[in-house]
């Protein structure tokens, strides 16, 4: 059965019991719909050999071999990732187009009694979807941005919000990276698989009450804040946070712990950072952390190389928060006070 979607809601895994993207791993990994486990018909390795058949031998022949490779594929996915469904099982499977592959596998489960659907139109269909939500369309809910200077805990208040039943988003979580020099969390998405992710939370949204966004720059590491958002975060009113630097080095250091533990990550961050800052001063910083004098190097970090950074573009607050500490009774208190702002800005 071929069903044709026209929203991101219809690719719900609850409409489904299981979503399979039967492409290649390389393609998978680049984006798929959330949730979509990948349970490929031809491999990278096998899609390339059947392509370059195809375009240099005889489309009979790539034909002829793809559904020898499909069908073992398919045979070992029955085996091993499917054995355990029962009759009532009904998946979604998708491919590239809604082509050959999703249809060859679909035929296969669907000759052992599954009620299996394809997506017409395949990933492609998936795509145009996200990229008419993040793209073509104007931002579904009210933004308003949560700011302050680095180390000012915008991030874990921010999920302190969500906590308390405010509405977010999470551009720094979405993106693995916490949006500055020494932000990063591990490998990022693809740009492609950081809107599919921001499209399932933009989904979701309640038109009806305010998102708090992290104020952040049009990146956030490398990916790209889409332009329906961004121009909704361009006029958006802004609740600061501001805490004296000494808590915020404090907070800093606890943050960044996954740094601090690694010295050699450190030191490398410090050194790119001689451009902008000399080689004495990143001189001076890299003793600090030999030393293990952290809680001083962020104090430097701020007053020389983030302060400053941020006043130059810096922008007039809605409203201001104000904290001496940020531990963690004073981090609920500024999410309690936070949440009673969002009611009135």
Same mark, same amino acid.
């Given at each position: 059965?071929?069903?044709?979607?026209?929203?991101?809601?219809?690719?719900?895994?609850?409409?489904?019991?299981?979503?399979?993207?039967?492409?290649?791993?390389?393609?998978?990994?680049?984006?798929?719909?959330?949730?979509?486990?990948?349970?490929? %018909?031809?491999?990278?390795?096998?899609?390339? =050999?059947?392509?370059?058949?195809?375009? =240099?031998?005889?489309?009979?022949?790539?034909?002829?071999?793809?559904?020898?490779?499909?069908?073992?594929?398919?045979?070992?996915?029955?085996?091993?990732?499917?054995?355990? &469904?029962?009759?009532?099982?009904?998946?979604?499977?998708?491919?590239?187009?809604?082509?050959?592959?999703?249809?060859?596998?679909?035929?296969?489960?669907?000759?052992?009694?599954?009620? %299996?659907?394809?997506?017409?139109?395949?990933?492609?269909?998936?795509? =145009?979807?996200?990229?008419?939500?993040?793209?073509?369309?104007?931002?579904?809910?009210? %933004?308003?941005?949560?700011?302050?200077?680095?180390?000012?805990?915008? +991030?874990?208040?921010? &999920?302190?919000?969500?906590?308390?039943?405010?509405?977010?988003?999470?551009?720094?979580?979405?993106?693995?990276?916490?949006?500055?020099?020494?932000?990063?969390?591990?490998?990022?998405?693809?740009?492609?698989?950081?809107?599919?992710?921001?499209?399932?939370?933009?989904?979701?949204?309640?038109?009806?009450?305010?998102?708090? %966004?992290?104020?952040?720059?049009?990146?956030?590491?490398?990916?790209?804040?889409?332009?329906?958002?961004?121009?909704?975060?361009?006029?958006?009113?802004?609740?600061?946070?501001?805490?004296?630097?000494?808590?915020?080095?404090?907070?800093?250091?606890?943050?960044?712990?996954?740094?601090?533990?690694?010295?050699?990550?450190?030191?490398?961050?410090?050194?790119?950072?001689?451009?902008?800052?000399?080689?004495?001063?990143?001189?001076?910083? =890299? @003793?600090?952390?030999?030393?293990?004098?952290?809680?001083?190097?962020?104090?430097?970090?701020?007053?020389?190389?983030?302060?400053?950074?941020?006043?130059?573009? @810096?922008?007039?607050?809605?409203?201001?928060?104000? +904290?001496?500490?940020? @531990?963690?009774?004073?981090? @609920?208190?500024?999410?309690?006070?936070?949440?009673?702002?969002?009611?009135?800005?």
């Amino acid at each position: 059965m071929t069903v044709t979607f026209s929203n991101l809601d219809d690719f719900a895994a609850d409409r489904f019991d299981t979503i399979i993207d039967v492409r290649a791993p390389s393609e998978f990994a680049e984006d798929h719909v959330p949730g979509a486990i990948n349970l490929p %018909v031809l491999d990278d390795e096998e899609r390339a =050999r059947v392509g370059t058949i195809y375009t =240099r031998q005889s489309p009979f022949l790539a034909r002829k071999i793809g559904a020898a490779l499909v069908a073992r594929n398919a045979a070992s996915h029955i085996e091993g990732a499917l054995a355990g &469904h029962d009759g009532g099982w009904r998946p979604l499977v998708y491919c590239w187009r809604g082509g050959q592959r999703s249809n060859s596998f679909a035929s296969i489960l669907t000759q052992i009694g599954w009620r %299996v659907a394809v997506v017409d139109g395949g990933y492609r269909t998936y795509r =145009r979807l996200v990229r008419d939500t993040l793209y073509e369309s104007p931002f579904p809910a009210r %933004v308003i941005l949560l700011d302050g200077y680095t180390g000012s805990a915008k +991030t874990e208040i921010l &999920h302190r919000i969500a906590a308390r039943g405010g509405q977010i988003a999470d551009l720094e979580g979405l993106a693995n990276h916490r949006g500055s020099v020494f932000g990063a969390m591990g490998e990022q998405p693809s740009q492609k698989g950081f809107e599919s992710h921001l499209a399932q939370v933009t989904t979701r949204l309640d038109p009806d009450r305010p998102v708090l %966004v992290e104020a952040e720059s049009s990146k956030v590491g490398r990916m790209i804040v889409p332009p329906a958002l961004w121009s909704a975060m361009q006029s958006a009113p802004r609740i600061r946070i501001e805490a004296p630097r000494p808590a915020r080095a404090r907070y800093l250091t606890r943050a960044y712990a996954d740094i601090v533990a690694d010295p050699e990550r450190l030191d490398r961050v410090l050194l790119s950072l001689v451009p902008l800052q000399g080689h004495d001063r990143i001189g001076t910083w =890299r @003793d600090l952390a030999k030393r293990g004098e952290t809680e001083r190097l962020a104090l430097e970090l701020m007053e020389h190389h983030y302060d400053p950074r941020y006043a130059r573009k @810096d922008r007039e607050a809605d409203r201001i928060v104000e +904290t001496q500490n940020l @531990d963690t009774e004073g981090l @609920d208190r500024v999410a309690d006070r936070i949440m009673a702002e969002l009611s009135t800005i």
